[in-house]
C-alpha cells in the first residue's frame, strides 16, 4: 500500500494536502460563462447561433423541422447531447405542439442511437426550467441526454472529482450523426 504524496511546506501558505491535482484550465470558459448571454434576448444566445453553423464546427449531431440535436459542450459522459428548439424559447410550456412532438421524437431517436454505438446502458434526461433550477441558459430551453453505463461512477468521479471522457468531441459527433 503507498502512503501517498510527499506532503511540502510552501513558504507562507502551509503544508500542502495530500490531494492531487489534474488541471483542466480549458473549463474556465464555462465557469466564467463565456458565450453565455447577458439577458433572456436571442441576440448572442449560443443556441440560436449554433444552426448558423455547419454541423461539424457547431456539433451538431442531427437537424429537424422545429428542433435540433447538439453535443454538449462540457460533457458528464461521452455522447451527452442535448435536443433543442430553434425557436428562442425559455419555458416548456412555450413550446408548440411540433415541438413538443419533435423534442419527443429525438429523444427517443437520441437514445436508440446513442445505445447502438456506445452500448449505453441507461440515460439521464432532463430540462433544468430556469436558473434556480441550474439551467446554464435559462433563456433557451434545451433537453439534456446523458449516457450512463454501469460502473460508470467509478474512483475518478467519485473520489477523484475528474470526469475521463475517452473520446474528443469532434469524434462523437461523426459516430451519432453517421448513424442518426
Known sequence: MSEGPELVEQQGAG???????LWTPHRMAYIKGQDKPD???DTGCPFCRIPSLDDKTGLIVARGETVYAVLN???YNPGHLMVVPYRHVADYTELTVEETREVAEFTQHAMKVIRAVSGAHGFNIGLNQGVIAGAGIAAHLHQ?????????ANFMPVIGQTK???QLLGETRDLLSDAW
Open 15 to 21: 503544508v500542502q494536502d495530500a490531494f492531487h491535482r
Open 39 to 41: 439577458d433572456d434576448e
Open 73 to 75: 459542450l462540457y460533457p
Open 144 to 152: 439534456h441526454l446523458v449516457p450512463r453505463w454501469g460502473g460508470d
Open 164 to 166: 475521463v471522457l475517452p
